[in-house]
């Protein structure tokens, strides 16, 4: 018993040299530690709206809505604070590595739990046939990019991207051809896509 004691009264001559380890906040503004995880903070240009964070996220404070009836269709993505825990998954395992980071803001305190959140919306792409979620807009231009030549192997994103340089936000008009080979330039989901190949060659649609 001798030893702890000693280690106690050790302590306490410290604290009354330095101070105690405690801050003063909120009568004196605090600031953390630099390596300090606060607040998720969402970045909407780095963001391609994947939802690999949401996965993740070990309370499932990540919170994605894809709403279909919107013009045009969007995701939404919320980072909700009065769940997290502030671990930094989502900023670890960001696809992007720019989509989200923790900010070192730790006041957070709210009246009403529904406003403790952060959200970004992205744009969705959806099937011009049977109307399914491909990707958000964004992810695709993402993996574009990453692919470069071998991009143009890919008919969504050369629509796609051929969309973007036009600066036309409408989809390829729909023919209302059934699913051939001159409608081969529809952003399809890869069922109809299917579809569209099995009918072309083979004369039947499945
Ligand atoms: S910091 Fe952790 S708990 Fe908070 S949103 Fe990111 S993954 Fe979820
Ligand atoms: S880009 Fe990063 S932050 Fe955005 S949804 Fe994907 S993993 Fe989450």
Redesign the pocket.
């Known amino acids: 018993m001798k030893y702890p004691k000693l280690r106690e009264l050790k302590e306490a001559i410290k604290a009354l040299i330095l101070g105690p380890y405690t801050t003063k906040f909120p009568n004196v503004p605090h600031c953390p530690f630099p390596r300090f ?1 606060g607040k ?1 903070v969402p970045d909407e240009k780095g963001c391609i709206g994947c939802g690999a ?1 949401a996965e ?4 499932g ?2 919170l994605i809505t894809d709403n279909l009836t919107a013009k045009p269709p969007v995701r939404s993505l919320k ?1 909700r604070h009065d ?9 670890r395992i960001c696809t992007t590595k720019e989509g ?1 980071k ?1 900010s070192n803001e730790f006041n957070l305190a709210d009246l009403k739990r529904d406003n403790m959140f952060s959200e970004i919306k992205k744009e969705l792409v959806i099937c011009s046939e049977c109307k399914e979620i491909i990707a958000p807009k964004d992810q695709i231009l993402y993996v574009a990019k990453k692919l470069g030549v071998q991009a143009y192997s890919n008919i969504n994103i050369i629509a796609l991207t051929q969309q973007e340089l036009l600066d036309n936000s409408e989809e390829i008009p729909d023919s209302s051809q059934p699913l051939r080979r001159q409608t081969a330039f529809k952003i399809l989901c890869p069922k109809c896509r299917h579809q569209q190949w099995v009918f072309d060659d083979y004369n039947k649609t499945s």
Not at 83 to 91: A, D
């Open positions: 995880r998720p964070c993740v996220c070990p309370p404070s990540i980072w769940f997290c825990i502030f671990c930094g998954q989502c900023e989200v923790l």
